[in-house]
């Protein structure tokens, strides 16, 4: 089992925060020092450019049930997302599978 490590991410106002992600395969990953002292792993992207990997497959799953014959009038998807400090924003996997749980629902009239 890899070890834990936290990693800073950035967002857009330039604030960060710390997530706590395995410890990265490559070690080419710079560490930067808290006001405390404690160093940490810096992600590669900030926040928001991690997760804009995720968009286009959220996108694209709400469009094509969006699409559907009889369109739902609400649409849920929910999945889980992993951060890691060089991959950013990964779809997290149970046993080796990324699933999705998708809620569609109708209104009678």
Do not use: C
């Not at 890899?2 to 410890?23: C, H, I, M, N, R």
């Not at 395969?25 to 990997?53: M, N």
């Not at 009038?73 to 779809?91: P, Q, Y």
Request: no cysteine; net charge negative; aromatic share 6%.
């Amino acid at each position: 089992m890899s070890e834990k490590q936290l990693a800073q991410f950035s967002l857009p106002d330039g604030s960060t925060f710390l997530v706590e992600v395995e410890e990265p395969e490559t070690r080419a990953i710079e560490r930067v020092a808290l006001p405390s002292g404690q160093q940490v792993l810096k992600a590669q992207q900030t926040f928001e450019e991690a997760l804009d990997h995720i968009k286009p497959v959220a996108s694209t799953i709400v469009t094509k049930l969006r699409n559907l014959n009889q369109p739902a009038d609400e649409v849920e998807v929910k999945f889980g997302l992993k951060l890691t400090a060089d991959a950013g924003a990964i779809f997290a996997s149970v046993g080796g599978e990324v699933s999705y749980e998708i809620t569609l629902k109708w209104k009678q009239n």
